[in-house]
Every structure is written in structure tokens, then in C-alpha cells.
């Protein structure tokens, strides 16, 4: 297509966008608030699976070394362990370094083990391992379990469990209600840009009866979806971005962001994914609203 043709598409576009105001003013509206919807809800999931990761990232096997293994079998157990398969890394943790992340943990309450400090320190020296995805820990853990020279394997047994099922739940659930809000949206967008093009039915058939193309008729048609879609993209963006940073504000300053389970996706980082998301989705769902509406009226 020449740049000139294009050029003309395009003037031709944003005048009929503004002399159809009304259905122009409702076209954007059905795509932000379908959108806004639909935006409400990725920022949720999207915040959801960062926690769920954080939380997945966390889960580790600590084997607890007998104490009465000699340096030569501590190092026989560590390479029987890495022989196990789904081992991504093993750190050891001597006791002395235990009773200190024990007391650190303890903060207020730690005075009672800050005198198990020296000789009278009866943990363990332990091997800390990493798995490579957070639901291999189960079956490492029972593996290192009929190891020698273990004295104790902990994983959280019985919550990592139960944890995972519930951020499976979490994620089937929030993808099903986003899929269906997103059908919901390409519909009611959809209609909206058919009763646009309805409306406009002379228009077209004046067009086809002088000569003109399927192709020339349907470009500007094409160009009008695309900026209905685009722009009724930006508006819920821009609304949901001040949302959340107020929220993300209010948890900075509150310093609710040092607790592990609720760190939320940086502000800039959540918007610019979403805005981009938001937009590729509604200037695709825009494009094939008009394309698919004007079929039809093609047919003269």
C-alpha cells in the first residue's frame, strides 16, 4: 500500500471517529471498563504468583548432621547427597552459625539462647539444600532421609505440602476468572464496534456501489478499531496505575514490604508490563471487532 493511501486511511479514520462521537465516547467506554476489569485482575494474579514464587523460593531441606560423624563421613554424606538426583546445591551450616540465625530469628526472646553460646551449644552442624523446582523438596528430603550419618531431615513437612496445593488453586483459579473476564471483554467489545459499524451501513454501501475496494473500505474501519482498542487500553492503565502506587506507597511507608509472604511487584516494573499487556490486548480486540463486523457489510 502507498504512504499516500495510508495517509489518507488514517485522516479518513480520526475524522469519522469524530463525527461519530457518541458511539465513539460508548466504544471507549465498553473497552475501559472491560479492560479495567480485566487489568484489576492481572494486578492481582500478577502479585499473587510474585508472592507464591517468594514463598516457593523459600522452601529448602535442612539435613541435620549426627553428631557424632567425623569430618572425613560429613564429607561422605555431602557427596551421597549430591548423587541424589534434583539436588541444585548444598550449603553447609556449622552449629555455631545455626545458634546464631536461631537467635537472630528469636529477636526479644533470643536471651535464653545466647547462653547455649561456646561449648554448651548442643545443635547440630547441618547441610542446607536447594532443589532446583520448590516441589522436588518432598522426594529429596525422603531420599536423604536413608542416608548415614543423618541424624534429622526438615523441609516442613506437612505446610509445604499443603502450601502447594494451595498456590496451585490460587493460580487455576485466577488464570480461569482471567480467561473468562477476557471472552467476556472480546464480546461485549466487539458488539459495541458492530453497532458503530451498523450505523455507518449506508456509508459502506454507497463505497461499494461506486467502485471501491473490500481492502479500501475496510482500512479506515481497521484503523478506527485499532485506536478505539488502544485507547480504551491507556485509560485503565492510567487507572490502575495510580491505584497501586498509593497501595505500593502506603506499603513502603507502613513498611509492610519486610514481611516475606506480602512483598508487592515494584510500582514502575507492574505498570509498564501491564499498560503493554493491556494495549496489545486492545488494539488486537479492537482490529478484530471492526474486521469482523464489517464482513458482513461487504457483501453488496
Known sequence: MKL?????????????????????????????????????FLTVMLNLNNIAQQVENNVEVRVFIDNTATPAQQQELKANIQKIKNVKSITFLSKEEGLKELIKDMGSDSDVFKSLEGSQNPLPDAYVIKTYEPKQTIAVASAIQKLQYVDSVRYGKGIVEKLFKVIDVARNVGIVLILGLLFTSI???????????????KEIEIMKLVGATN????????????????????????????????????????????????KLIP????????????????????????????????KV
Open 187 to 201: 464480546f461485549l467489545i466487539a458488539n459495541t464496534i458492530k453497532l458503530t459499524i451498523v450505523s455507518r451501513q
Open 215 to 262: 481492502s479500501f473500505v475496510r482500512w479506515p474501519f481497521f484503523l478506527e478499531g485499532f485506536v478505539l482498542g488502544v485507547v480504551g487500553a491507556l485509560i485503565p492503565s492510567c487507572i490502575i496505575g495510580l491505584g497501586y502506587h498509593e497501595l505500593y506507597t502506603l506499603f513502603i511507608n507502613n513498611n509492610y514490604q519486610s514481611y516475606v509472604f506480602i
Open 4 to 40: 499516500r493511501t495510508v495517509g489518507r486511511h488514517t485522516k479518513e479514520s480520526f475524522k469519522s471517529l469524530a463525527r461519530n462521537g457518541w458511539m465513539t465516547f460508548a466504544s471507549i467506554s465498553s473497552v475501559t471498563v472491560a479492560l479495567l476489569l480485566v487489568g484489576v
Open 267 to 298: 510500582f514502575k516494573q507492574l505498570v509498564f508490563q501491564l499498560t503493554i499487556l493491556l494495549v496489545v490486548i486492545g488494539g488486537c480486540i479492537g482490529v478484530w471487532g471492526s474486521t469482523n463486523s464489517i464482513r458482513k457489510f461487504l
